[in-house]
């Protein structure tokens, strides 16, 4: 679960395929590589991997906002980004802009939360361009970024403008631009447009089904009541969103009134946390990030 893609550059006088990604903090890229068959891949067709959290990063003026952008991501020519059409506990779509999180290094997905996700994503996007978008909203979960609830969609789309493609998949997925700024905030730093109004949309093969897109279900919103969240990260968020929806109704009752989450908690004293940066509470979910099965023991046998 992260972002990057496909990049396409030219040398030597042939065309060289690489497949960059980076996984979020906590998690190994390489793993993900050898699970979802990349490294097969690789083998077969020449295709080189190149792991973000193990490269090199610059760092760039990213219209005013500086951050370090992984170096093997800058050196291509034509890059092609593959978001998968999705939603996310804390900023409830990600696809295109967001998925450019794979190209930085772990020290700057954590700052990108410090920073509270909207704003640095919109900024990177000014520098780390996309040449090409294919989306696969195929089989995305429209509640949780790491999956769980797949809602069967059968749709690839394709497109040039980061902006005006999440622009299309907020509204496909019931959200306004409002509901998630950094579309917004990228619009207006230039690095696309939101007017779908002004898009021209084609359709290859329309769909049998006429009917209205799927939608989230509103499940992760519901639960995030439970979590007073202070810049955590993705994996720890996640990880605590899916061990609460496998709580009994009569358990999420009994929870305290917040579960503290985040890096602004570091150093700081509470009832009950989850992750290390909530270590000083008098109750903490150890790890980092934990897994959800550990936040699900944790609460049961000790806050419960």
Not at 21 to 35: H, K, L, M, Y
Not at 73 to 92: C, E, R, S
Not at 187 to 200: E, F, I
Request: charged share 20%; glycine share 12%.
């Amino acid at each position: 679960p992260s972002g990057g893609g496909f990049f396409i550059y030219h040398g030597w006088g042939i065309f060289c395929l690489t497949k960059a990604e980076g996984s979020w903090v906590g998690d190994s890229t390489q793993r993900a590589f050898e699970n979802c068959g990349f490294t097969r891949l690789a083998r077969e067709y020449g295709v080189a991997l190149v792991d973000t959290q193990d490269d090199t990063a610059s760092r760039y003026d990213c219209a005013g906002l500086p951050i370090e952008i992984c170096d093997a991501a800058m050196a291509v020519d034509f890059m092609i980004n593959l978001p998968v059409m999705k939603g996310h506990g804390q900023t409830y779509v990600t696809c295109a802009l967001k998925n450019n999180k794979g190209v930085i290094p772990n020290t700057e997905k954590r700052r990108f939360h410090s920073l509270g996700l909207h704003k640095p994503i919109a900024h990177l996007n000014t520098v780390c361009k996309n040449d090409f978008i294919v989306v696969d909203a195929l089989c995305g979960d429209l509640d949780y970024e790491e999956g769980g609830n797949p809602v069967v969609s059968n749709r690839l789309f394709a497109a040039l403008d980061p902006v005006l493609c999440d622009t299309f998949v907020a509204n496909e997925m019931g959200y306004t631009v409002d509901e998630i700024p950094y579309i917004a905030m990228a619009g207006d730093l230039g690095a696309g447009s939101t007017d779908l109004s002004a898009a021209h949309v084609r359709h290859l093969n329309p769909a049998a089904d006429a009917g209205a897109s799927p939608k989230p279900t509103g499940k992760a919103r519901s639960l995030a009541r439970y979590l007073r969240e202070g810049s955590a990260c993705s994996s720890c968020y996640a990880a605590a969103t899916r061990a609460l929806s496998r709580l009994g109704r009569g358990e999420l009752g009994a929870l305290p009134d917040t579960l503290c989450i985040g890096q602004d908690y570091k150093g700081r004293s509470g009832a009950v946390g989850i992750g290390q940066c909530t270590q000083g509470f008098a109750k903490s979910v150890p790890g980092c990030p934990p897994s959800a099965t550990a936040v699900l023991d944790y609460l049961r046998k000790e806050v419960l």
